[in-house]
């Protein structure tokens, strides 16, 4: 039987106790807080390189991985157009992998040029699929496949689709995540000069996305392919237009005098692009306070100014330029 002191000291241990848990639960709640806060994740980006038309693409190449050594950021990833699976393609990887650290690519339309596959282009990167994802710190990242060929519609060009299995996985794995959640495609989902051909729908589901997660759980969505420099933000997820480290297609019909005629009989194709005179990317770092802020490089193009070369720089509607814009952004 308890006798009314022994009630007492047993009711003062457990309120004590409850104290104490509740104590703890506040500080590590706290100590949760404050690292995500503080918990920045910096990584680099690097798109439409072109290592097989680019008469200097090993120097491109080696410009961007000797400057991230020095960066150190979180991973390296290449937005896609990067190369060919074919052997004499390896002096590009070997220089590649000289970089320490987690190295990923996205699945652009020219990789499997010649007849190559996707499953040939991924082994010869060492890139476990076309679409996955992996978390880094406090934030998700999704690689996703725009290369697939429409169920539905003829397309003409290249195939530019994200078909239904690969957008119910992208539902599910968004779902399955409670990290804010940054995406990278070759192609623009924004963009509707040759983007991705259902860009909207799949705008569409990352907007449901985050309406059922009642966050803004996807923040950012960057892409390659259109070797432009833009931003947009719709419907409070943004659009981040990452440009080529190589050069513009100008179209068939321009003709190039950046090089000598001796040139081009060699690189043909360039004779229809304004080349850019050094590499360019972006170091994007994501700092846990709804901070997003990209560092872009800029460059000029070889050979004749832009504004005299007589191509209308607004043919693709946002302006033709050598540079990746250095950006401050916010999302909530």
């Not at 010649?114 to 406090?138: C, I, M, N, V």
Request: glycine fraction near 6%; aromatic fraction near 12%.
């Amino acid at each position: 039987m308890v006798n009314r002191r022994k009630f007492i000291q047993l009711g003062a241990l457990g309120a004590s106790s409850i104290f104490a848990k509740e104590t703890l639960a506040t500080n590590t709640f706290l100590s949760e807080e404050r690292q995500l806060k503080t918990n920045k994740i910096k990584f680099a980006i690097i798109t439409d390189l072109h290592y097989d038309l680019m008469h200097d693409s090993d120097r491109r190449a080696k410009v961007f991985v000797d400057a991230m050594k020095q960066q150190q950021p979180d991973f390296i990833i290449q937005l896609g157009d990067f190369c060919m699976p074919k052997t004499e393609n390896q002096k590009l990887m070997d220089v590649w992998n000289t970089m320490p650290g987690e190295k990923y690519h996205v699945l652009g339309n020219h990789d499997t040029d010649h007849g190559h596959t996707k499953e040939q282009a991924l082994a010869f990167w060492g890139a476990p699929a076309p679409y996955y994802s992996f978390d880094r710190g406090d934030f998700h990242f999704v690689i996703l496949d725009g290369n697939e060929k429409s169920l539905t519609k003829e397309l003409s060009g290249y195939p530019r689709t994200i078909e239904k299995k690969q957008l119910n996985w992208l539902k599910e794995d968004l779902r399955k995540t409670k990290l804010r959640t940054v995406i990278f495609c070759h192609q623009g989902f924004d963009n509707t000069i040759n983007g991705l051909d259902n860009g909207m729908e799949v705008r569409y589901l990352l907007e449901q996305i985050n309406k059922e997660a009642g966050f803004k759980k996807v923040i950012l969505v960057f892409s390659g392919h259109h070797h432009m420099n833009y931003h947009n933000e719709i419907n409070g997820i943004h659009y981040v237009q990452i440009n080529s480290a190589s050069y513009y297609w100008a179209g068939g019909d321009y003709q190039s005098k950046a090089f000598e005629q001796e040139f081009y009989k060699k690189h043909s194709i360039l004779k229809h692009t304004l080349v850019y005179q050094d590499p360019i990317w972006a170091v994007v770092t994501l700092d846990g306070k709804n901070n997003i802020q990209i560092e872009g490089k800029e460059t000029q193009m070889v050979g004749v100014p832009l504004e005299k070369t007589e191509i209308d720089i607004h043919k693709d509607v946002y302006p033709i330029t050598s540079k990746i814009d250095s950006r401050k952004i916010r999302y909530k």
